[in-house]
């Protein structure tokens, strides 16, 4: 089945910014990679940036990773939720710390909103921190509702504080 075509491309953010932030992310992407429905297609680069929301916490380490489903948007949620909670994340308040967070960023172009999942993801004009590393996967691709594309939505915003991270700054926390 993992080598079946998948239908539904999918764009999916990644962040951490409690322990290790990177081996956090990573072994979410694997987590990503061993299900069977969920083929991964393409990963960004990882990105430092300051906290969003809740400033009063560790900076966070973001990625991007673009993904080929069946599953639908709701059944994709309780599959990411189901991936966090194996990797250790806890109940917070809303915006606050977290050892893996996983965002359903867009989903093909569909527009949705339900009580417990809103696609586009919310406020995605204004996230900096998933705009840079998502522009390195499709900075063509157009965002459904406000019909910009992501180099157009990402080049409104102040990127100075976006920093990618070195190839060993993130060897470094895999190995050591």
Known sequence: MK???RRNRVFLGLGSNIGK??????NAIELLK???NIEVKDISKFYSSPPYG?????SFVNCVVEIYTDFTPQKLLEEIKKMEKALGRK????????IIDIDIIFYNNLILKEKNLEIPHPDIQNRAFVLVPMAEIDSEFVHPVLNKTIYQLMNELDLREI???KPEEVRDEIFY
């Open 91 to 98: 109940p917070t308040f809303r915006w606050g710390p977290r």
């Open 21 to 26: 932030k990177k081996r956090n992310i990573l």
């Open 163 to 165: 920093l990618q991270l």
């Open 54 to 58: 809740f400033e009063e916490q560790e």
């Open 34 to 36: 061993k299900n069977e």
């Open 3 to 5: 080598n079946q075509k």
